[in-house]
């Protein structure tokens, strides 16, 4: 973040526009709507000045002073000359004074975003001076995704504010009812013009003997790493969490969608290193959500494979505590499908089989013969560290040892790598390329989609 965002009040404050012309008449305009007390400085002897009339702002016809500076609370310069604009600027920030040159972010200390107005809400969007254009470009987007009576929402609840303060004294609790309102008939009746629908049921819900919050835990799949790959209904619960609970595969930039104000407590699983162990976990969701807060259990990929999603919902159900659970897109289909491997194909597989390679003691505890069956794919999570072992059982249960096969590490997200061999390489091919978890292992012919092309299999077999 290289600029810091923040709302100045300017109502009945005095600000400062240095120019003429339609650039000076813009941010006279935009001084004006929110209140402030506008003068304009313009030199209409200089013949590069096109005279502005705006009767809204009081206007001296005269040269631009330093000492002009020291009386207001913010100034724009819009002269359209850079010596000018650069006298203005240093005057102002000598003084300790908001300034902004128009089109040149070097000489500014603040920027004038692209703005969305809803009043009383207010949407601020800045390309940090190096793309304004872009900015409003994406002012154009919420101004068309945004409800017209987006206002007309934040003003009645507004209304309703200091009522709904003094009858739900819980500050946890008086939020999880404004995300209802927000998101439930009220709000919708708001945005459709019914206020006077929202304001009865609005009253009937203040009126209603206040019981204690009831928690809710959300059992959510983050996806295979991509942030872009998050659900929408994964998204809500985690701008409405009071805690998340997250495992070491979530990444840095899906933990930035949960709400800025949310607890993060990491539950991961790191190998190799202690962990929490599963019944702490399932202890502190119950625990927390009893509390009458809204928890995320976050867990990469979908949390209904192999991610023990299963035992964290019947804890919680045995203890009469609400669980939605929230599906992601599971390592296999993500991964498989960022390295462009269809799964299954026709004439290839016709099946598709997951399972974990992972190992409390030892190996693996599979059914090799029924895994190495002809005519299915295996995607295998968990496996690098059995690469060898997995091989040899696929191999010595009867399947071909020149199956080939994909290893893809970090799947879908900037630091994916994929590489492709054979079965009898698959160690090789994991230790050779320094692969490292997370890495899912895809055995089958469909994964010659991920090769080169031009490389016949032989050569992809000679490769290991």
Known sequence: MK??????????????????????????????????RVTRITNRDDPRVEPHQDDASRVLDRPFRTADVTAYALIYSATGDALEDARVAAAARAANVPVNAVDRPALSTFITPAIVDRDPITIAISSGGTAPVLARQLRLKLETDLPRRLGRLAAFAGSFRAAVKNAIADFGARRALWDDIFSGPIGEAVLRGDETSARERMISLINRSVTPPRGI?????????????LTLKALQALQRADVVFYDRLVSADVMDFARRDAERVFVGKTPGNPTMP?????????????????????????PFIFGRGGEEVAHLRA?????????????AAGCAAAAQIPLTQ??????VTFVTGHAQNGEPDLDWRALASFGQTLAIYMGIAQAEVIAARLIDAGRDPATPVSVVENGTTDQQRVVSGTLRGLARLVSGNNITSPALLIIGAVTLAAADADRPVEALQAAV
């Not at 100045?8 to 929110?34: I, T, W, Y």
């Not at 026709?346 to 099946?351: L, P, S």
């Open 3 to 36: 600029t810091f965002p923040i709302f100045l009040s300017l109502r009945g404050r005095p600000a400062l526009v240095v120019g003429d012309g339609h650039m000076a008449a813009a941010k006279v305009r935009l001084l004006r709507d929110a209140g402030a």
């Open 217 to 229: 835990v959300h059992v959510v799949g983050a996806g295979p790493g991509d942030p872009e790959l």
């Open 278 to 302: 599963q019944e702490e976990i399932n202890a502190l969701l119950a625990r927390r959500a009893q509390a009458g807060e809204r928890v995320v259990r976050l867990k990469g990929g979908d």
């Open 319 to 331: 203890r009469g505590i609400e669980v939605v659970v929230v599906p992601g897109i599971t390592a």
């Open 346 to 351: 026709r004439d290839h597989a016709t099946a």
